[in-house]
């Protein structure tokens, strides 16, 4: 099983990753926490490049095909080894990212980057899609206290300085592609404490694995 975390900066996807990660492995499942760009050392160098607000000059053609190699490593790497001896993979963004910020925010050919999806992942593709949705507001409010808190690790803020416009074009994509997709995709909105929204993805969630 290969489920997805979705939504804007500072939505809780990572947050709220790690919650459904320790009560997965609490019931014995055995499961791998990833993320996107990186998860693996080829694709976190490619992190590095991609979140840098420094490099301001980035082409969205470039970012594209950045994201897209980065993907492909992660995949050979990490996720399909993973998924073929049979755990869970729990994934920290993916193609519907690119989708979103790519196509929707950049404004991107959607077939360009659905062909650079399709040579990144092959046949390998979610199987459930948990999209946390908040305002824009209040997701940079909470992305730019998580940034200022970590004065330590590098200021990956490329996206986080993008205009709302931006973030608001990125966040009506990804409602556009949950409602394409309403059998992968769960939406949850992402107001009210980390428990609560934690308690929501929960109950939508295990009695997929369940039913396999
Ligand atoms: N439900 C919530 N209410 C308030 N703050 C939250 C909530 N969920 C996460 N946060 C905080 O907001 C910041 C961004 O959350 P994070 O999980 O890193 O979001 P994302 O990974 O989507 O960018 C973090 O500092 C986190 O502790
Ligand atoms: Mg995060």
Known sequence: MFITFEGIEGSGKSTQIRLLH????????????????GGCPVADRIRAVLLDAANREMAPMTELMLYAAARAQHLTEVVRPALQAGKIVLCDRFSDATRAYQAFGRGLN???VELLNRLACGDCAPDLTVLLDCDTKTGLGRARSRIEANSTGPREERFELES???????????LKLAADE??????????????????????????????G
Do not use: M, N
Request: no cysteine; aromatic share 6%.
């Open 22 to 37: 320790k009560a997965l492995l609490a019931d014995g499942h055995q499961v791998v926490l990833t993320r996107e760009p």
């Open 164 to 174: 709302l416009s931006f973030h608001q074009r990125v966040r009506d994509g990804y």
């Open 182 to 211: 309403p059998e992968r995709f769960v939406v949850v909105e992402a107001d009210g404490t980390p428990q609560e929204i934690a308690g929501k993805i929960f109950g939508q969630v295990i009695p997929r694995l369940e039913q």
């Open 110 to 112: 959607r077939e360009t």
